[in-house]
Nanobody, 114 residues
Framework: QVTLVESGGGLVQAGGSLTLTCTRT????????MAWYRQAPGKQRELVAT???????NYVDSVKGRFTISGGSPGNTLHLQMNNLKPEDTGVYYC????????WGQGTQVTVPS
C-alpha cells in the first residue's frame, strides 16, 4: 500500500506564493511519474504538472513560468512551488503517483481570492 499526503495549501492573496508538498509512504514500489492535479469548484480535475523518474517535467500552459514541480521518484517527496498565484489557481490540489497502479492523495485546498 502506498499513501500520499499533501500539505502546504492555504489562502494567499493574488500575486503571492505557496509551496505544496506531497509525502509518499508505505510499500516501496516502482513509480514512473508523479504529478500534481487540481480541481476547481464545479470543474473537472485537470493535470497541472508532471515529473518523471529521470526528472523530465511538463506543465499545463496556464501555469508555465509560474509553477515549478520538483522531487518525486525515486525520492519520497514531491513539491510544487507556485508563484504569482491568480484567482483561477483556486482549487483542491492532488498528488498522484503512477507506476503499475495509480495512487492519489486526499488533496490540499489552495484559495486565491479575487
Amino acid at each position: 500500500q502506498v499513501t500520499l499526503v499533501e500539505s502546504g495549501g492555504g489562502l494567499v492573496q493574488a500575486g503571492g506564493s505557496l509551496t505544496l508538498t506531497c509525502t509518499r509512504t508505505g510499500v516501496a514500489v516502482r513509480i514512473n511519474t508523479m504529478a500534481w492535479y487540481r480541481q476547481a469548484p464545479g470543474k473537472q480535475r485537470e493535470l497541472v504538472a508532471t515529473i518523471s523518474s529521470v526528472g523530465s517535467t511538463n506543465y499545463v500552459d496556464s501555469v508555465k513560468g509560474r509553477f515549478t514541480i520538483s522531487g518525486g521518484s525515486p525520492g519520497n517527496t514531491l513539491h510544487l512551488q507556485m508563484n504569482n498565484l491568480k484567482p483561477e489557481d483556486t482549487g483542491v490540489y492532488y498528488c498522484e503517483a503512477a507506476g503499475g497502479y495509480e495512487y492519489w492523495g486526499q488533496g490540499t485546498q489552495v484559495t486565491v481570492p479575487s
